[in-house]
């Protein structure tokens, strides 16, 4: 098993910034990409980031892209979500995934944190 803990949601007007950390633990050989997914009141859960280890590759919804970076440490199991000029459409809960190299593609992995509650007031 793989263990998942996110850290860094809250409350953030909109404009504003917020950094998401998600560190891993366990059998983590198993983990060759990392991500982010979130989950809007009413709303199914979207794939928001990813990152794959090898070679770096990321990818984004085209929702975020230019305004959210995802970045990680390999040795520490860790990524990084860095979320700036933030929208009320925003407002979700932001879970941090991983698994295979497939969710860059946007396919969800099998292991998954908690979650962590991100609110945007306007």
């Known amino acids: 098993q793989v263990h998942l803990v996110e850290s860094g949601g809250g409350l953030v007007q909109a404009g504003g910034s917020l950094r998401l950390s998600c560190a891993a633990s366990?059998?983590?050989?198993?983990?060759?990409?990392m991500g982010w997914f979130r989950q809007a009141p009413g709303k199914e859960r979207e794939f928001v980031a990813a990152?794959?280890?090898?070679?770096?590759?990321?990818s984004y919804a085209d929702s975020v892209k230019g305004r959210f970076t995802i970045s990680g440490e390999n040795a520490k199991n860790t990524v990084y979500l860095q979320m700036n000029s933030f929208k009320p459409e925003d407002t979700a809960v932001y879970y941090c995934?991983?698994?295979?190299?497939?969710?860059?593609?946007?396919?969800?992995?099998?292991?998954w944190g908690q979650g962590t509650q991100v609110t945007v007031s306007s």
């Open positions: 990152m794959r280890w090898i070679g770096g590759i990321t």
């Open positions: 995934n991983s698994g295979s190299m497939e969710i860059v593609a946007g396919n969800d992995g099998p292991y």
């Open positions: 366990g059998r983590t050989f198993r983990t060759y990409a």
